[in-house]
């Protein structure tokens, strides 16, 4: 079965470039979440998007943005980087809210390391 | 969520012996949950999850226990294979967004 497709795997910057993480949905799949996740810490909710509006907001920094294509796929785009946003960031999809409570599907994410 | 840091809680049991992972969730107004399994370099998979109505569900090998009374909710697996070993983290849902608890490392000993 097609999974959450991620892009790059691997990522690395330096301070105060900028970079741009995609995802791709699991297809049929409507709503795209984005987490960021420290080495030993659990995901923490950044954003997400339903029918290619923005959803729900976590704890995204000004400096990230993101958006979903009329494709459903989403791009997750990151300015000014620090070194504290070296992470492994994921991307999520779920099926249509209107069939009621669906787990959400993880792409295998991007790993991101600012030097 | 909250965060351990770089130090999960581990649970170490021996191979073959049933394992027990338990979760606090902070929203009592949450009515659906779901385990997730996270192996080393990949996104966190689902293992079962539970709607509120419900205080437990059984899948293969796989046990979910709720307890909304103390907003507690625990993880059963049973038989635990090497395969098992990987952080466990619970997720409660929040508005339309998932909240995840703080991961537990399941060591599986042979």
């Known amino acids: 079965a097609a999974g959450v497709i991620q892009s790059p795997r691997h990522l690395i910057k330096e301070k105060r470039e900028t970079a741009t993480l995609k995802c791709y949905p699991i297809?049929?799949?409507?709503?795209v979440y984005w987490y960021q996740q420290g080495p030993g810490q659990d995901p923490q909710f950044l954003i997400s998007?339903?029918?290619?509006?923005?959803?729900d907001k976590g704890s995204i920094p000004d400096r990230f943005s993101a958006q979903q294509f009329s494709d459903y796929h989403s791009e997750l785009n990151m300015s000014s980087l620090e070194l504290g946003d070296s992470a492994l960031y994921f991307c999520?999809?779920?099926?249509?809210?209107?069939?009621?409570?669906?787990?959400?599907?993880f792409g295998d994410g991007t790993r991101l390391s600012i030097l | 969520g909250e965060s351990v840091g770089l130090h999960l809680p581990t649970l170490s049991v021996q191979e073959g012996d049933n394992s027990i992972i338990n979760c606090a969730y902070s929203?009592?107004?949450?009515?659906?949950f779901i385990w997730y399994k996270q192996e080393s370099g990949k996104g966190p998979q689902f293992i079962i999850d539970?709607?509120?109505?419900?205080d437990k569900r059984q899948g293969q090998r796989v046990t979910v226990l709720l307890n909304k009374t103390v907003k507690h909710l625990s993880l059963q697996i049973a038989a635990t294979q090497p395969g098992d070993s990987a952080v466990y983290f619970c997720?409660?849902?929040?508005?339309?967004?998932?909240?995840f608890g703080p991961g537990t490392r399941l060591s599986v000993l042979p």
């Open positions: 999520a999809s779920s099926p249509s809210r209107g069939t009621g409570n669906q787990p959400q599907h």
């Open positions: 297809p049929r799949h409507d709503t």
């Open positions: 998007f339903y029918e290619k509006m923005q959803s």
């Open positions: 929203n009592s107004a949450s009515d659906y």
């Open positions: 539970i709607r509120s109505n419900m």
């Open positions: 997720a409660e849902k929040s508005g339309q967004n998932f909240v």
